[in-house]
């Protein structure tokens, strides 16, 4: 099955902000699948960030946001805060009805 | 509040098998399709399997096609993963995971503590 490209890992200092790719195929995300995004704190479960490409759930800061383009998808984060450092995977579906997850990036707040 | 609880995780022999519930509670359990992901210690999430509201379909991934097998009993409000021909690259903390909306490709907008699974002689 296939899998979605992140960056390793991203850092930025309080206050700055940073942006996560998330590099798909014709078989995911360019076959018009949505693309949802997870943070995961070191030693919890993941929780939902952003889903279909750019909406927040509730209580979610403002700071997360997401967009599409072509193939990809970002998550971007403004105003870095040191409860901002976790794991961060973008999922999205294949065309075989199958889920895909992203490789996964570390953000690190510096 | 919706809760998910993971149970049955454990010590395996490659070869052996063994079964994760999932309980859910604080939502209608039978409106949503359910699924499990998994992590292996220190690696990405890795989608497993999921199963339609009514039980009707059921997908897995490449990985566990014809081992694993996903199931649920809506009048328990619970999920099963039945796990048979146990092999050491299983060994990961199994979280189930419930569809955000009725349509399939919406997310997961809860997810259980997980449970771990080791599979080890």
């Known amino acids: 099955q296939s899998v979605l490209t992140q960056p390793p890992s991203v850092s930025g200092a309080p206050g700055q902000g940073v942006t996560i790719s998330c590099t798909g195929s014709s078989s995911n995300i360019g076959a018009g699948y949505d693309v949802h995004w997870y943070q995961q704190l070191p030693g919890t479960a993941p929780k939902l960030l952003i889903y279909?490409?750019?909406n927040r759930p509730s209580g979610v800061p403002d700071r997360f946001s997401g967009s599409k383009s072509g193939t990809s998808a970002s998550l971007a984060i403004s105003g870095l805060q040191p409860e901002d450092e976790a794991d961060y995977y973008c999922?999205?579906?294949?065309?075989?009805?199958?889920?895909?997850f992203g490789t996964g990036t570390k953000v690190t707040v510096l | 509040e919706v809760q998910l609880v993971e149970s049955g995780g454990g010590l395996v022999q490659p070869g052996g098998s063994l079964r994760l519930s999932c309980a859910a509670s604080?939502?209608?359990?039978?409106?949503?399709?359910m699924n499990w992901v998994r992590q292996a210690p220190g690696k990405g999430l890795e989608w497993v399997s999921m199963?339609?509201?009514?039980?009707?379909?059921?997908y897995d991934a490449d990985s566990v096609k014809g081992r694993f097998t996903i199931s649920r009993d809506n009048s328990k409000n619970t999920l099963y993963l039945q796990m048979n021909s146990l092999r050491a690259e299983d060994t990961a903390v199994y979280y189930c995971?419930?569809?955000?909306?009725?349509?399939?490709?919406?997310?997961?907008?809860?997810w259980g503590q997980g449970t771990l699974l080791t599979v080890s002689s």
């Open positions: 199963i339609s509201a009514s039980g009707g379909s059921t």
């Open positions: 999922q999205s579906y294949d065309s075989s009805l199958s889920e895909v």
């Open positions: 604080g939502f209608t359990f039978s409106l949503y399709a």
């Open positions: 995971a419930k569809d955000r909306e009725y349509q399939y490709g919406s997310g997961h907008d809860h």
């Open positions: 279909g490409y750019t």
